[in-house]
């Protein structure tokens, strides 16, 4: 596996490439990114992984210092799933100036996700269309955990006629359930044990949705008070189209319910398409 910071020498390396598959995280690595990696692989000859702690999508108060930074580890598990290229710039390669241009998302960036960390999906459709820019892929994937994220990316991508094909990967649970995602190391064990909760609810609320229930707002209602009879914090419980993540207004509409609450100090997202 070829590892290069320099935008140059990453272009240079990636000038014979043919049919390049992307696939961007922030490092600290788990079964998760690998198999984003792995189904890159089924996509174009060439897979290119990035790892870049992107400081523009933290708030003011978010754990920007305090992410975890596993990069001997991480490049050995890439390695091991076969990548071809690691693009891994330092904040000098990547903003050698203030980053005063930026990508502005439409009125989708303030809901749901963007509600409560403002900022947050400028800041990533920012360094996203960058490293588009460095790596110039024909594909690119992203999980769906971060659903709202790829919905985003998806649409950035075909409104700025970008030549690249987005693709979602299904997020990958532990055996209880949870989601997999770098921050559930921050989870004590108390914690971990308690954190299935969110998608055992989530699963429960898309039954009901699948057996007619329509009373969204109660559905959503009755998952929120359970979690925080459980001793979480939840941010928002929603039951939105998958087309634009609105709440939805036909009943054909494909849906999909989105969460993210504080468990302790720590704060999970998860969604299940309905």
Same mark, same amino acid.
């Given at each position: ?96 100036? !203030? ?5 502005? !998302? ?30 110039? !892929? ?95 914090? !939840? ?40």
């Amino acid at each position: 596996m070829q590892i290069h910071s320099n935008i140059a020498e990453l272009r240079e390396a990636l000038t014979r490439r043919e049919s390049i598959v992307f696939v961007p995280t922030m490092g600290n690595l788990h079964a998760g990114h690998i198999s984003l990696m792995r189904q890159a692989r089924q996509y174009g000859d060439t897979v290119v992984a990035s790892i870049f702690v992107n400081r523009l999508q933290f708030g003011p108060s978010e754990d920007f210092d305090k992410y975890p930074r596993t990069f001997q580890a991480d490049c050995e598990q890439l390695s091991d799933a076969g990548v071809d290229v690691l693009f891994a710039p330092t904040e000098t390669d990547l903003y050698p100036e !203030p980053q005063q241009y930026v990508v502005d !998302p439409p009125d989708i960036q303030n809901l749901l996700e963007g509600e409560f960390r403002p900022g947050h999906f400028r800041g990533v459709t920012t360094v996203v269309l960058k490293l588009f820019n460095c790596v110039q !892929p024909q594909a690119a994937v992203f999980g769906k955990k971060d659903y709202q994220q790829l919905m985003v990316l998806r649409n950035m991508t075909r409104q700025l006629a970008l030549p690249i094909t987005v693709i979602g990967g299904e997020t990958v649970r532990a055996a209880d359930g949870l989601a997999l995602s770098s921050r559930n190391g921050y989870l004590t064990a108390a914690e971990r044990a308690e954190a299935p909760r969110l998608y055992r609810a989530l699963t429960e609320l898309r039954e009901h949705v699948r057996n007619g229930n329509r009373e969204f707002a109660q559905l959503e209602q009755a998952v929120v008070a359970e979690l925080v009879a459980s001793g979480w914090k !939840p941010d928002y419980v929603a039951v939105r189209q998958q087309s634009d993540l609105l709440a939805p207004v036909s009943r054909d509409a494909a849906l999909v319910v989105l969460a993210a609450a504080k468990l302790g100090n720590t704060r999970l997202i998860d969604n299940i398409e309905i």
